[in-house]
T-cell receptor, first 114, second 113 residues
Framework: DQQVKQNSPSLSVQEGRISILNCDYT??????FLWYKKYPAEGPTFLIS?????DKNEDGRFTVFLNKSAKHLSLHIVPSQPGDSAVYFC?????????????FGQGTRLTINP | GAGVSQSPSNKVTEKGKDVELRCDPISGHTALYWYRQRLGQGLEFLIYFQGNSAPDKSGLPSDRFSAERTGESVSTLTIQRTQQEDSAVYLC???????????FGPGTRLTVL
């Protein structure tokens, strides 16, 4: 049972344009969401997060949108740069006392074309 | 400062052998996690340590898998009698307190022949 789904295994975007990565979840107990970026042969690195009390969080070129009613979140990167080419994972967690077990999606490979 | 380190970076073993994977978390981080990523899949939670509390082992796929942590320091993940389906990248992460972002190590790529 895949509780966090990234239905697009890959995405190709031209440099300078907007990249939109999507993520859907099924567990209504999830109330904290994160995006991680992963380069080959490296561990994932934290990019941006959002809690369920917000519907948008922005950090520089990266913005995460959360639609709780649709159980959907998206990551917008604008403008896209060649260094953004990586695999992006969304993750979700129910914030329960003393733990933050993350459930990850399968990842989307983003390629930025010059 | 130093990040999360893992060793070895690559491990090739024969089916049926035992393997030990090591994780050194960021100093001062009380929470430590192990994940597994199979080819083409997302990260799969295995086990979680938080301070002196009993570990959350709910993600371990079978009793061939076990993990230990020495205080708030190094952790080892042991897989006994390895099977081909254990082939994956095993990732370790640590967190300052178990509530905030997790910092990942580079992973150990395990190949079981």
């Amino acid at each position: 049972d895949q509780q966090v789904k990234q239905n697009s295994p890959s995405l190709s975007v031209q440099e300078g344009r907007i990249s939109i990565l999507n993520c859907d979840y099924t567990n209504s107990m999830f109330d904290y969401f994160l995006w991680y970026k992963k380069y080959p042969a490296e561990g994932p690195t934290f990019l941006i997060s959002i809690s369920s009390i917000k519907d948008k969080n922005e950090d520089g070129r990266f913005t995460v949108f959360l639609n709780k009613s649709a159980k959907h979140l998206s990551l917008h990167i604008v403008p896209s740069q060649p260094g953004d080419s990586a695999v992006y994972f969304c993750a979700a967690s129910p914030i329960i006392q003393g733990a933050q077990k993350l459930v990850f999606g399968q990842g989307t490979r983003l390629t930025i074309n010059p | 400062g130093a990040g999360v380190s893992q060793s070895p970076s690559n491990k090739v073993t024969e089916k049926g052998k035992d393997v030990e994977l090591r994780c050194d978390p960021i100093s001062g981080h009380t929470a430590l996690y192990w994940y597994r990523q199979r080819l083409g899949q997302g990260l799969e939670f295995l086990i979680y340590f938080q301070g002196n509390s009993a570990p959350d082992k709910s993600g371990l796929p079978s009793d061939r898998f076990s993990a230990e942590r020495t205080g708030e320091s190094v952790s080892t993940l042991t897989i006994q009698r390895t099977q081909q389906e254990d082939s994956a990248v095993y990732l370790c992460a640590s967190s300052p307190d178990g509530y905030n972002e997790q910092f990942f190590g580079p992973g150990t790529r395990l190949t079981v022949l």
